[in-house]
Structure formats: C-alpha cells, structure tokens
C-alpha cells in the first residue's frame, strides 16, 4: 500500500476543530440562485474555489474564503455558513484540518488571473451533482456534501438536484 493510500478523512459537522490543530484550507461549496455550484478547474483536477489562511486574514476564516474565491474565480459571496471540517490523517503527521463552507453567488467578476500561480482557472458553474461528480473526492466527503445540499435547500431555498444550464469561462 503506498502512503497516499494510508491518508484518511473524518468529517466534523457542524464543531470547530480543536485549538491545536493547523487549519490548512477553506473551501467553499457557493451556490447560485438557480442552485448551481462554482468549480474551478486548474491543471486538470476540478477543486472547489477556496484556499489557505494567511496572516492578512487574521485567523478568520471568512476572510479567508472571501479572499481566496476573488483571487481564484473573481465571486463575491453572501451569508457565508460554516460546515465543518474534516481531519486529515497522514501517517507519521499530526492531523490537520480543512473547513468546508456554503455561502451564496453575489457576482461573478472579470476574469483575472490568480496571484497564487498567474493562471486564470476554468471557472465553471453547473449543477450540483455535476460538481460533486467532477470534484471525484469519492465517499469520504458524503457527510459535507449532505451538509452543503441541506443548507442549500434549508437556508436558501434552492433547487439542489434540479437540472440546470452549464455556464464554463
């Protein structure tokens, strides 16, 4: 078994992770009104829009996913709502954690390049199942995923499921 394959993911609904641990990512499942979700796509692998906490952000993790979803799709979100995270386990590594968010589409901006690399990503807005099935994160993420469809139909009202028209730039 190769040590990718030793790598596990427990998902955390709801609770913060503890104080002690590194949080190395936050993510965003961002939803429009016609209950479509934004994914980008950068060197062929389909990730959701989000990234790493940095000084500048000042431990909050909203400004955190505000940041990174301009800097990597140029959105802008409204009533951001925290999920959860999920622990990474590695061997011979201490946990760290990844926070999942929902939050609603405000506008979509001209496209830019990302800071981070200097690449404007494939910016996609499609369906949510379709998301689900291009991220290819497998069972690991069922819980979030639930999370994410149950705050979007819930909180917003949205058609989660529902067909809807493909929009990729």
Not at 134 to 151: E, R, Y
């Amino acid at each position: 078994m190769s040590e990718t394959n030793k790598v596990s993911y427990v998902w955390h609904e709801a609770s913060p992770p503890p104080e002690t641990q590194q949080i190395t990512q936050v993510y965003a499942y961002i939803f429009d009104s016609q209950g479509r979700v934004v994914v980008l796509c950068d060197d062929g692998v389909w990730n959701l829009p989000g990234g790493t906490p940095e000084l500048e952000d000042g431990g909050d993790r909203v400004a955190t996913l505000v940041r990174e979803v301009w800097e990597e799709v140029q959105v802008t979100i409204t009533d951001p709502v925290y999920l959860g995270y999920q622990s990474v386990h590695r061997p011979s590594q201490e946990p760290y954690a990844q926070l999942r968010m929902a939050a609603r589409l405000d506008t979509l901006g001209e496209r830019a390049p990302d800071p981070d690399k200097g690449r404007v990503h494939v910016r996609r807005l499609c369906p949510f199942p379709e998301a689900v099935d291009l991220l290819g994160w497998g069972p690991s993420v069922d819980g979030q995923v639930k999370c994410a469809a149950v705050t979007a139909e819930q909180r917003w009202g949205l058609p989660v499921g529902s067909p809807a028209a493909v929009y990729t730039d």
